[in-house]
């Protein structure tokens, strides 16, 4: 009985997106069918360290497999500057539900990406138009990657625009990318006006306006996850077929707090939750739909899913580093 010690590398090379799409996708079916517990994302503001932290635990029962596990993650913003450390930072135990046993301890940092890109992935499979081939990404930083990586999993994505403050970030996207899509910098609204546009960005006061947005736009606001935040003009909303992650969380610190607190945005503007178009109880994208936007704000059972996903094929592969954390080997 050994525990896994996984890194980012293992992470990685064990969530390939082929699979990780599916067990998220399994994750919100599991959730909306009350198949999952998953108790508030709980926070601890260190508003003198400019950060937080974050404990978001979860059990899921997807049918052919269940899991559990807990994931302490941060927001530090002056980490990069002050410190030379990702802004975000977390760190996820996966364990056996019917023991407790620690399976794993994982970089939840890794973790996080894959399966927020996953998320959009699976946003984007049911609500964007299904031939399409452009990919808008708004924030260049490492949340930008896995979103191309994900969302390529479910469209035939050919031309991409990254848009950014920073032409270093910019830059070295361009960089990892140029050799499989026709990568290029733009504007926001280049980026806004693509097929699927993501928003990976921490901004409180917004930056792309509904004139940018295509008509057709399918848009993932995945920056959104803390209170004031906020990514996308209200119009963009209102007008828009609004999907979101979890009711509770994205009132509270999705990329809708902000109208839902001033009352400009309420319940009877949100059409669905993700769970309810993944078990077919509500449509995704039908001809008539216009502008579409999936409002996530990571939800545990994501983790739990992408960590079951890693754990298994970590174990199979014997990747990582085994060891006895409880004391338990004779």
């Not at 599916?22 to 926070?43: C, L, N, V």
């Not at 497999?65 to 990702?86: F, M, R, S």
């Amino acid at each position: 009985m050994r525990t896994l010690l996984l890194d980012g590398d293992d992470v990685h090379d064990n969530a390939d997106m082929s699979e990780l799409v599916p067990a998220i996708e399994e994750a919100f079916a599991a959730y909306h069918r009350g198949d999952a517990q998953m108790p508030p994302k709980s926070y601890i503001d260190l508003p003198w360290y400019n950060g937080d932290f974050r404990s978001m635990p979860a059990y899921l029962d997807a049918g052919e497999w269940d899991a559990a596990g807990v994931k302490w993650v941060n927001v530090h913003t002056d980490n990069e500057e002050e410190y030379g450390l990702p802004t975000v930072m977390g760190t996820m135990i996966y364990s056996d539900p019917k023991n407790a046993f620690p399976l794993a301890i994982l970089d939840g940092t890794e973790l996080t990406m894959k399966r927020t890109g996953a998320a959009a992935a699976v946003a984007t499979d049911h609500l964007a138009v299904p031939d399409a081939t452009s990919l808008g990404i708004v924030g260049a930083g490492a949340q930008s990657y896995t979103q191309l990586e994900a969302i390529a999993s479910v469209r035939d994505i050919r031309e991409v625009v990254i848009s950014d403050l920073s032409e270093e970030r910019v830059a070295r996207f361009v960089d990892a990318f140029e050799d499989r899509f026709e990568v290029r910098a733009g504007s926001v609204e280049e980026a806004a006006a693509c097929d699927v546009l993501s928003t990976v960005t921490p901004v409180e006061d917004p930056i792309v306006s509904r004139e940018a947005v295509g008509e057709h736009t399918h848009v993932n606001a995945m920056g959104a996850d803390a209170e004031g935040k906020h990514e996308l003009a209200d119009e963009v909303l209102l007008d828009a077929k609004l999907v979101i992650d979890d009711h509770e969380q994205t009132t509270h610190s999705g990329e809708i707090n902000v109208p839902y607190a001033a009352g400009v945005l309420g319940d009877d503007d949100i059409y669905a939750e993700i769970g309810e178009i993944v078990v077919g109880e509500k449509d995704g994208r039908v001809a008539s739909d216009g502008i579409t936007v999936f409002d996530s704000t990571g939800l545990a059972i994501q983790d739990v899913a992408a960590a079951h996903i890693v754990y298994e094929h970590a174990d199979e592969r014997d990747n990582g580093y085994a060891f006895d954390l409880l004391g338990l080997a004779e």
